[in-house]
């Protein structure tokens, strides 16, 4: 009897662990397509699963995964919806023209909740922003102050429609999501200046950053990024202090938040060239983050001991096609070093590009060296064959883990380098836009 019961009691518990959640609904007109499936970690969508709609538009997906958060759903046309998932079945009903604004909830408090929310701040945040844009065009005076007075009114009434949706559950992820989507209001009495000061001032006390269930979200990116907006400026300093705010208001808390928060930032600052503040808060803040993720540990090392205005590592190799190849031997005045590999969907957009325009890298006087990430040699000699490039192709065949990968602490594809005949590192393009910029200003000042 005890041995049946104990059975039993192993049989729930086991179910209990299995437990799956279904996520159905029906996207009208939209029969024997394609649905995208990922998950929200900030500004990043993680593909999870691709499914396909039945003959009338219905569709059927079964979470596998205790990983509750923010669910992005991408349509053919690259429209898209958000679901909240947390352990509960879900089922909807949407249209393919603005599936999101189009979203009815069927089934799921989460998601209730959350389009409670988000039906009715669609025309908040229109108003919202044409408001803000008309004050920043329009000249001071009764219909500026007119215009004003009526954005107030707009936050006041989106914080209102937040905080009676936030009532109905407010320790739900949604809950918790939506109360950092609340528009903060300075008093009326302040100038425009004083507005803006206000707002740095008492950010972080009015948002928190402190909920780590809540990175499976974009609300912290989206916090951070309307943070900086409040700087505008073209000293690097003044970023430098603003990421400083950030992270030491941030600091004592959850490591996971303070170690997340920090790779966005400093990979914001890469993609805008603000590799000096990069640098600072590198230098700053990178022995603080021994429990981070190895790409944040790559992303320190790169911008300190890799930093533009540094020496690069010298690369003894030899090339695809057996040939021996010394970097600090260059014949040029500059050196490309692209990291690439065949399994990387935007290097083989990228590397065709730069090929097509072999002239302008002739004309600045750069080679260009293609550093392979790639761990099989037969599948890299195949794409080789079939994509001929005109440069020197180098290929360790391990991976993330050869020697020049971890002397250069790559952390992304495609990453670009460029070094001059001293071996020094000059640019770290981030994109081809940024390439390019470098190209003319080395043409145009010969």
């Known amino acids: ?143 500026y102050d007119k215009i004003e007075k009526e954005l107030k009114q707009e936050k006041e009434l989106k914080n209102k429609n937040i905080e009676k949706v936030i009532k109905t559950n407010p320790k739900s992820f949604a809950g918790r999501y939506l109360s950092l989507f609340k528009e903060i209001t300075a008093p009326r009495k302040l ?59 941030i600091f004592f808390g959850e490591p996971v938040i303070f170690n997340y928060v920090f790779e966005y930032i400093l990979s914001g600052l890469e993609s805008l060239s603000l590799n000096e503040t990069a640098y600072k808060l590198s230098i700053e803040y990178g022995d603080l983050c021994s429990d981070g993720t190895d790409n944040l540990k790559l992303r320190i090392h790169n911008n300190t001991k890799l930093a533009i205005g540094g020496t690069a590592p010298d690369i003894l190799s030899k090339t695809q096609k057996g040939d ?9 005045d500059y050196t490309l070093l ?20 072999q002239s302008v890298f002739n ?11 790639d761990s099989n040699k037969d599948e890299l000699d195949d794409y080789l064959k079939e994509n001929r490039l005109p440069w020197k192709v180098i290929c360790q065949c391990e991976g993330w883990d050869g020697s020049i990968v971890v002397d250069y602490a790559i952390f992304a594809s495609p990453w670009m380098i460029i070094i001059d005949n001293k071996m020094n590192i000059v640019a770290k393009p981030y994109n081809e836009e940024k390439l390019y910029d470098f190209l003319e200003e080395i043409i145009t000042n010969k």
């Open 1 to 143: 009897m005890i041995k049946a019961f104990l059975t039993n009691i192993i049989l729930l518990a086991s179910l209990v662990t299995w437990a799956q959640y279904s996520f159905t609904g029906v996207i009208a007109e939209y029969p024997n397509r394609e649905l995208n499936i990922c998950e929200q970690f900030g500004e990043e969508s993680k593909l999870i699963s691709t499914i396909r709609t039945g003959t009338n538009g219905n569709f059927h997906f079964q979470f596998t995964t205790e990983e509750k958060g923010l669910y992005r759903i991408y349509l053919e046309n690259q429209t898209y919806f958000d679901i909240i998932y947390n352990s509960e079945d879900i089922h909807i009903r949407t249209k393919p023209e603005n599936p999101q604004y189009n979203l009815e909830v069927l089934k799921s408090d989460e998601n209730i909740q959350l389009y409670s929310y988000l039906i009715e701040n669609y025309i908040y945040d229109y108003k919202i922003d044409v408001l803000t844009q008309l004050l920043e065009i329009y000249p001071v005076g009764k219909f």
């Open 363 to 373: 004309e600045a006087n750069m080679d260009i060296v293609a550093i392979s990430l």
């Open 191 to 249: 100038n425009d200046y004083e507005k803006i000061e206000y707002f740095k001032k008492n950010y972080f006390d009015f948002y928190s950053i402190d909920d780590s269930d809540l990175l499976n979200s974009n609300a912290y990116t989206q916090l951070v990024i309307n943070y900086f907006k409040l700087y505008k400026s073209n000293n690097q300093d003044v970023y430098y202090n603003a990421a400083k705010v950030i992270l030491d208001k």
């Open 324 to 332: 021996d190849y010394t970097l600090s031997e260059m014949k040029t």
């Open 338 to 357: 692209v990291f690439w590999s065949t399994n990387c969907p935007h290097c083989q957009v990228v590397l065709p590009r730069l090929a097509a325009a």
